[in-house]
């Protein structure tokens, strides 16, 4: 794995009452390389060790992320970075070094 998630916590779980619904508010730093397509094996080699296993990621919403655009890509079991620097379209972070600290997401999963 060429990319670090490091000083994650779970901020805030909440089951709500329709089931099995969680949301969970993330913290975490992530150092190292990106690569197109996002960080891989986001909920198997990350998540599921903060939010629990065996949980379906339904989405993931960015809620403090420096300025930078999220995207859970379900298929992939991959977290994308999204950017613009001139206010048009957000397009994905060219791939290179992409360290962030304290970025702050909310899960929702069943």
């Not at 909920?43 to 919403?61: E, F, M, N, P, S």
Request: aromatic residues 10%; hydrophobic residues 45%.
């Amino acid at each position: 794995m060429a990319w670090t998630v490091a000083n994650a916590a779970r901020a805030l779980s909440e089951e709500c009452p329709v089931g099995s619904l969680y949301v969970d508010v993330v913290t975490f730093d992530v150092t190292g390389s990106y690569a197109t397509g996002g960080y891989t094996d986001f909920y198997a080699d990350y998540l599921a060790a903060v939010i629990g296993k065996g949980r379906t990621i339904l989405g993931i919403l960015g809620l403090e992320t420096q300025g930078y655009e999220v995207e859970y890509d379900k298929t992939n079991d991959a977290l994308k970075v999204r950017v613009s620097s001139d206010g048009a379209a957000h397009a994905e972070f060219t791939p290179g070094a992409l360290a962030l600290t304290g970025l702050k997401i909310m899960v929702i999963s069943k």
